[in-house]
């Protein structure tokens, strides 16, 4: 099956801080998200990003699909960005979500 | 966008008993998924549930341990049976419309701990 490996596996950041957050894939996907996982459980969908580049406020992302790598850009970090992100893709003619191990944040005051 | 509804949001039960979450969409989906994650782990994908026939199970993932219903486009129950603390995890339902080029939604997650 695919590999989906994410990097750092943990983080701390000073409130304030930049971040970038990476996810390389051992294949060709039709499908890549982002989640962040909060404190609760919950997976919110961050982005829909098979290619290219989106902007959601302080959250942007790209994906590079032909190099097979996509990131996750978090800026002027808050405490409520803690949590962890987790990417995951849908292999090329598959129609499984595959996740990465994810990237585990803490967002200190 | 799909927007689902899971319940229960938690349980703590007995071992050697069984637990139903059901998850419920608002609107008509072709395949739906049930995840699991294990403590400080990721998600690891348990079947898929497709309407109309059997849900196809992922390795290690077993029909007696975790029989799986789809009696509509819009409803799915997962049973964890005869739980052990090993089963305790955080139990997802997910949706994503058939097509290479889908979205998935999630539903907010069943906190089970088995004692």
């Known amino acids: 099956g695919i590999q989906v490996e994410q990097s750092p596996p943990d983080l701390i950041l000073q409130e304030g801080a930049n971040s970038t957050l990476r996810c390389n894939f051992s294949?060709?996907?039709?499908?890549l998200q982002w989640f962040h996982q909060n404190p609760w459980g919950q997976l919110i969908n961050l982005f829909y990003i098979p290619s290219g580049t989106k902007q959601n406020g302080r959250l942007s992302a790209t994906t590079v699909a032909t190099e097979r790598y996509s990131l996750l850009y978090i800026s002027s970090s808050q405490t409520t960005d803690s949590g962890v992100y987790f990417c995951?893709?849908?292999?090329?003619?598959?129609?499984?979500?595959?996740f990465g191990g994810g990237t585990r944040v803490l967002v200190k005051p | 966008s799909a927007v689902i509804s899971q319940k229960p949001s938690r349980d703590i039960c007995q071992r050697g008993t069984s637990l139903t979450i059901q998850c419920q969409v608002d609107s008509q989906v072709t395949m739906m998924f049930w995840y699991r994650q294990q403590p400080g782990q990721s998600l690891t994908l348990i079947a898929t549930a497709n309407q109309g026939s059997e849900a196809t199970y992922e390795s290690g993932f077993v029909i007696d341990k975790f029989p799986i219903s789809r009696p509509n486009l819009t409803f799915s129950t997962l049973t964890v049976s005869n739980m052990s603390p090993e089963d305790s995890s955080i139990y997802l339902c997910s949706t994503r419309e058939t097509g290479p080029n889908t979205e998935a939604f999630f539903g907010q997650g069943t906190r089970l701990t088995v004692v």
């Open positions: 995951a893709v849908v292999r090329a003619a598959g129609n499984k979500l595959t």
């Open positions: 294949d060709s996907v039709n499908n």
